[in-house]
């Protein structure tokens, strides 16, 4: 099946600092989407991009989608407190849901 | 102003035992689904339900078995559960089958002795 690589796995950073991360996969997908999970929460979708290239934000979120179409990117500027938690990519292929592949997520932790 | 509700948040069941977890939504979505998480990993998609009427396997389905109750209700039920489906359990739901899964429940921690 399709396999996501999410990197780094964790990340330590400082208040005010910026962060990035990517996701990439061996296959080519049409949809990408990044999640936020807080503890003991379900995920929450921040982002999705469906066209490569493609570049959205989400106040100090903004995320991409790679041309190859076979990687994306998140981007935090400005850390706060509140950004603590694992971010998620999933991949689609095709226009169903149902088909989303996860990664393992990027757990961050942000020092005040 | 729910969203999607799974119950019950915990359980502790023996090798052997069955159960039936429960989520709900109230958004009028059509797409249900259920999904496990392992710790360190992401999610996998056990079984999901398109519309009212419809399910399909997803990645993990073996040792599953899903009712599609009405449009509001998908429950998850495990008939001889095993230790290796000790896991946290999210229902989510989207719009349409073609949008994304954008509202999750909180989560079911099934411990499997």
């Known amino acids: 099946g399709q396999q996501l690589n999410q990197s780094p796995q964790s990340m330590f950073i400082q208040e005010g600092e910026d962060v990035s991360m990517n996701c990439t996969s061996s296959?080519?997908?049409?949809?990408w989407l990044w999640y936020k999970q807080d503890p003991g929460e379900g995920p929450v979708l921040l982002i999705a991009?469906?066209?490569?290239?493609e570049l959205t934000s989400n106040g100090r979120l903004t995320a991409q989608f790679g041309i190859t179409r076979k990687d994306s990117f998140l981007n935090i500027s400005a850390s706060i407190p509140s950004d603590v938690g694992i971010y998620f990519c999933?991949?689609?292929?095709?226009?169903?849901?149902?088909?989303?592949?996860f990664g393992d997520g990027t757990t961050l932790t942000v020092k005040p | 102003n729910a969203g999607v509700t799974q119950t019950p948040k915990f359980q502790v069941l023996k090798t052997g035992q069955s159960m039936t977890l429960q989520c709900a939504q109230d958004?009028?979505?059509?797409?249900m689904y259920w999904y496990r998480q392992d710790p360190g990993m992401g999610l996998r998609l056990i079984y999901y339900?398109?519309?009212?009427?419809?399910?399909d396997k997803g990645e993990v389905p073996n040792g599953y078995n899903v009712s599609r109750l009405n449009k509001r209700e998908f429950s998850l039920r495990l008939e001889s559960a095993a230790p290796s489906q000790t896991s946290v359990y999210f229902c989510?739901?989207?719009?349409?089958?073609?949008?994304?899964?954008?509202?999750f429940g909180d989560g079911t921690r099934l411990s499997i002795l």
């Open positions: 989510a739901s989207s719009e349409t089958p073609e949008s994304q899964p954008q509202h």
């Open positions: 296959s080519i997908f049409n949809t």
């Open positions: 991009l469906y066209k490569a290239g």
């Open positions: 999933a991949g689609q292929l095709n226009t169903n849901a149902g088909k989303s592949t």
């Open positions: 958004m009028n979505h059509n797409s």
């Open positions: 339900s398109a519309s009212e009427g419809t399910t």
